[in-house]
Structure formats: structure tokens, C-alpha cells
């Protein structure tokens, strides 16, 4: 990376520190204030969509003069619709339980010991991401919430959107008591800035990015802090022999058409062989209907030809691509087995599914696909944290440590042990 200005440097470990001091203060914030927090946020997203709106104009200008790609644009945007249901989630967040202080696990020992682990706040949150100035709120929410700071470093396209949203944060923050510096922003948008932010392991506890396969492998080579990492999301769907087909084509229509620029959309449909004929010939008018471009192996070319015109041979590299638009790869497998060998090879741990009315068939596939979310018989768009209950999400855990899919009030914090005692003493 290239050189950035010492003076960057010096007000991004400025930022750093102030944002570590109110780490310790915001561990032990009440939950009324934490919550008074989220309502504030709440009102603001609606109060100021003009001047938030405006802003993400900005950005949408400057992103459509730069030829951006449309699935980037998508995640751009902040229109009247999504600040509403922004502030929807931030108040179905402020309504959960507060994870911070719970007792857990608690049991007596032989020894009349009683010890049991409680939940604590992991401390200083550091995150990179990119396009959607949505996660802006979606982290700071989540970190207020469970007694975290955060360091924000947004993309340069968002600039004017996270200025304003950030803005907007701080002012609640401010008002309902929490500790000064609690959510920090990096307003410098020159990418040598972030080399430094990995290395900034004297503050931050664990750094979360949210992006393209790029970025997270940016952060997972160069972080001196321990990372959780979302990676890309490669989802498939594989219809069984036993699949109700009318069920197979509304879940299918669904996971790939229902918003294809985000990571837990359907990449690719594997169909067993016995179902292909009459399940593509039912599939076909719906997604050409969407616009859907199918990339399509030998068997499906052979059965969608003469039905399907926007169809293109499958090359190597569609397989285990995250298309983020709407394309779809389609394969033709022999059996379950096949199907499971295909994901094991090219799937990304994200979001996988069977649609399938064999009990056997559901469990073993269940059992068997190493993801962070299975499915049976549902959508992949499903994988999301406001619709697994938990109010928002940092991002969606691919990897097995500490936390594995949507991450939401709980992944975000860690446990101490605690040990009640009357007295003992060790003899051994």
C-alpha cells in the first residue's frame, strides 16, 4: 500500500484511543440508556430522510458517472422505503433482550464451588465495508446494543451517505448519555489509511469487514487482531427427485429474483435428473420473466433450447460464482450424492438448500452440507439477522470461530468466568 499522511495516521489513533476509553464505559452503560440510544436513531432515520436522502444522492450521482455495476448501485441506495424499514430493525433491536450481564452455565462442584460464565461485551468493534451505507446503522446498533464501541471505515462511494448517518448516530448517542466516542467513523477515505487500521491491535478487539472476496482477503492476510470474516456468498439450491415442484419453482424464483445483488441470494440450481424435464419446463417462464440469464450445462441446454432464450453454455468458472445479478448457473445431477459433492467443491459456507418431500433425503443433506445456514424446503434469502429474530446483523459468519452466520446481539459479546466460593482452598 502507499504511504498516508502521518497526520492521518495520527487522528485515526486519536479516534482509536477515544473510541477504547468509551469501550470500557459502555460496558457497564444501562440498558435503559442503550435503548434510549436505539429509539433516537430510530426517529432519526425517519426525521431526516430529506437530509439523508440528499446526501445519498451524492453518492448515487458520483457512483452512476463511474460506470459502478448495477448490483454495487442497489447496495448504494437509501431510498424513503429502506430508511423505514432501517429504523424499523433498530427498533425491533431495541426491544430484545440485553445480552449484557447474563449468567449462564451456572453449576455447584464437588468442592461446594459455585461457577458459571457471564456475558460480557467484547470491547472495541473495528469494521471495513463497502457500498451499503445501510451497515452503518445496521453495526452501530448492534454494537450500542451490546455495550461494544465501534470504529466505522465505509467505502468512498458512501462517503456522503455515512457522513450523514454517522452524524445522526453521534447526536443520539450524545442525547441519551452514552459514553463520548463510543461511535467512532473514519472520514478519511484514502485506502492506504486501512493497512494502518489492521495493525491497530492495541485498540481494537476484533476487527468484522463486510465486502467483496478482495477486501475480506485484504483483512484476513494483513489484521493483527483476530477477524470475523463473512467471505462471498455461493448459494445453491438443489432440487430433489422428491421435490414438490410447484414449491421448488416459488422457492427458486424467490432466491434468485427476489433482490439478487445481496450475498444470500440463490448463484446456483442443481436438479436431479428424474425432476429436470418437468421442473425446468415449469421454471423456465418465470425466471425469463425476471430477466434471469441461465448458465446452463449440457443436459439443461439440451431441455431449455427450444423454451428459453436467454441461455449461454455454462463455462468452468460459473460454477461456485457469486453472481450478485440476475444470472443463474443450472446444472443437471445424477443423485443426492452428487449434489452434496457439488457444493462441497465449489460452495462458500454461506447458505444452501434442498427442496425435497423424502425425509431421508432432508436429513442426510442437512447433516452432510458444511454451511453456516441449511435449508429445507425455504428460500436462502431468508439468511438475513432481522429475519432470524435477532433485530440486525454485523454480517454473516462464514468461517466456524467464534460465530457462524447472521451476527447479531450475542455474537458480539464474549463471557467471563465467575466463581462463587465459601472459603475453599486448593489441596491438589
Known amino acids: ?23 470500557r464505559d459502555m460496558a457497564f452503560a444501562s440498558t435503559d440508556a442503550k435503548n434510549r440510544a436505539l429509539g433516537l436513531i430510530a426517529d432519526g432515520l425517519i426525521n431526516h430522510i430529506k437530509e439523508i436522502g440528499d446526501a445519498n444522492s451524492l453518492d448515487m450521482e458520483a457512483a452512476r458517472a463511474s460506470d459502478i455495476d448495477e448490483a454495487m448501485l442497489d447496495r448504494l441506495l437509501l431510498n424513503s422505503r429502506r430508511l423505514e424499514g432501517m429504523a424499523a430493525d433498530v427498533r425491533t433491536l431495541a426491544s ?29 468493534i473495528g469494521t471495513i465495508y463497502e457500498s451499503r451505507p445501510n451497515v452503518t446503522i445496521d453495526i452501530s446498533s448492534l454494537c450500542i446494543k451490546s455495550g461494544n464501541a465501534v470504529i466505522l471505515r465505509g467505502g468512498r462511494e458512501a462517503i456522503h451517505s455515512n457522513r450523514a448517518l454517522v452524524a445522526m448516530v453521534a447526536d443520539a448517542c450524545r442525547e441519551a448519555g452514552l459514553p463520548d466516542g463510543a461511535v467512532q467513523f473514519v472520514d478519511n477515505t484514502d485506502r492506504s489509511l486501512v493497512g494502518h487500521m489492521l495493525k491497530m491491535r492495541q485498540f481494537i478487539d476484533l476487527f468484522i469487514p463486510r465486502g467483496g472476496a478482495g477486501l475480506i482477503r485484504l483483512v484476513l ?44 441470494a440463490l448463484d446456483t440450481v442443481l436438479v436431479h435428473r428424474e425432476a429436470a424435464p418437468a421442473f425446468l419446463q415449469a421454471l423456465a417462464p418465470e425466471l425469463e420473466g425476471a430477466g434471469v440469464e441461465v448458465r446452463a450445462d449440457e443436459r439443461v441446454m439440451e431441455l431449455l433450447r427450444p423454451i428459453y432464450r436467454n441461455l ?5 468458472e460459473d460454477w461456485g460464482k457469486e453472481f450478485l445479478s ?27 438448500a434442498i427442496i425435497t418431500e423424502d425425509y431421508s433425503a432432508a436429513t442426510r443433506f442437512q447433516r452432510e452440507v458444511d ?10 434469502r431468508f439468511t438475513d439477522g432481522g429475519q432470524f429474530g435477532l433485530g440486525a446483523e454485523v454480517g454473516i ?3 466456524k470461530l467464534h460465530a457462524r452466520g447472521p451476527m447479531g446481539l450475542r455474537e458480539l459479546t464474549t463471557y467471563k468466568w465467575i466463581v462463587f466460593g465459601s472459603g475453599q482452598v486448593r489441596l491438589g
Open 1 to 23: 500500500m502507499a504511504e498516508v499522511d502521518s497526520s492521518a495516521i495520527g487522528q485515526l489513533e486519536t479516534q482509536g484511543r477515544a473510541a477504547k476509553n468509551a469501550a
Open 397 to 399: 459468519s462464514t468461517g
Open 326 to 352: 440476475l444470472v443463474a448457473a443450472v446444472r443437471v445431477v445424477d443423485s443426492l450424492d452428487d449434489a452434496l459433492e457439488h457444493i462441497r467443491k465449489y460452495g462458500s459456507g454461506h447458505s444452501e
Open 96 to 124: 430484545l433482550p440485553d445480552p449484557v450481564g447474563e449468567v449462564f452455565d451456572m453449576r455447584t462442584m464437588p468442592n461446594g464451588l459455585l461457577l458459571g460464565r457471564q456475558r460480557v461485551p467484547i470491547g472495541l
Open 371 to 380: 454451511a453456516a445456514c441449511v435449508y429445507i424446503n425455504a428460500s436462502t
Open 221 to 264: 492476510e494483513e489484521a493483527a487482531m483476530p477477524v470475523v470474516a463473512g467471505g462471498i456468498g455461493v448459494c445453491h439450491t438443489y432440487v430433489d427427485r422428491n421435490a414438490d415442484l410447484d414449491m421448488a419453482v416459488r422457492i427458486v424464483y424467490n432466491a434468485k429474483v427476489q433482490r439478487p445483488t445481496v450475498c444470500n
Open 312 to 316: 449461454t453454455p455454462a463455462a468452468q
